[in-house]
């Protein structure tokens, strides 16, 4: 029962491979900086000509994923959370079945901090410093449970 269950659920989530796609632009001046905090995805980014920041992000269709967004002054910060009841409860068969992909266009002069577990990162002409941390998603769970307990 528990397997008819899991693969229905799993047809379900992999049938919808419709994509939802995001675009924000952010202008930047001086000294700008992105923080990227998100979970098994496909990470481009690249350099252009302008004083902004364009994030671009493909996500799987409904209400599986959020991508929740900040600025203070040169700082973006991006971060992907699961979307509502069903992301929650479909998470870890979500990052098997579908694909959350974000294309950046930055400063050249950007600094980038990546903050991922099991993403593919990708980052061309960037001149600005670059500090990127990945790890599983087991790893993380570890983390988080030991930080509840302590609070």
């Given at each position: 029962?528990?397997?008819?269950?899991?693969?229905?659920?799993?047809?379900?989530?992999?049938?919808?491979?419709?994509?939802?796609?995001?675009?924000?632009?952010?202008?930047?001046?001086?000294?700008?900086?992105?923080?990227?905090?998100?979970?098994?995805?496909?990470?481009?980014?690249?350099?252009?000509?302008?004083?902004?920041?364009?994030l671009e992000a493909e996500l799987p269709k409904g209400d599986l994923y959020t991508v929740k967004t900040a600025q203070d002054?040169?700082?973006?910060?991006?971060?992907?959370?699961?979307?509502?009841?069903?992301?929650?409860?479909?998470?870890?068969?979500?990052?098997?079945?579908?694909?959350?992909?974000?294309?950046?266009?930055?400063?050249?002069?950007?600094?980038?901090?990546?903050?991922?577990?099991?993403?593919?990162?990708?980052?061309?002409?960037?001149?600005?410093?670059?500090r990127a941390r990945s790890g599983s998603e087991v790893t993380r769970l570890i983390r988080s449970f030991f930080k509840l307990?302590?609070?």
């Amino acid at each position: 029962m528990k397997l008819k269950l899991f693969l229905a659920v799993l047809i379900i989530v992999s049938a919808s491979n419709a994509q939802d796609r995001l675009v924000k632009i952010f202008h930047v001046y001086q000294e700008p900086r992105l923080t990227m905090e998100v979970g098994p995805a496909r990470v481009v980014i690249e350099t252009h000509d302008s004083s902004s920041i364009i994030l671009e992000a493909e996500l799987p269709k409904g209400d599986l994923y959020t991508v929740k967004t900040a600025q203070d002054g040169d700082k973006i910060h991006v971060r992907l959370e699961p979307g509502g009841t069903l992301g929650w409860m479909l998470q870890p068969l979500t990052y098997l079945t579908q694909e959350v992909a974000f294309y950046v266009k930055v400063p050249a002069s950007c600094c980038i901090v990546l903050d991922t577990w099991g993403s593919r990162m990708e980052i061309r002409g960037v001149n600005g410093e670059i500090r990127a941390r990945s790890g599983s998603e087991v790893t993380r769970l570890i983390r988080s449970f030991f930080k509840l307990s302590q609070s």
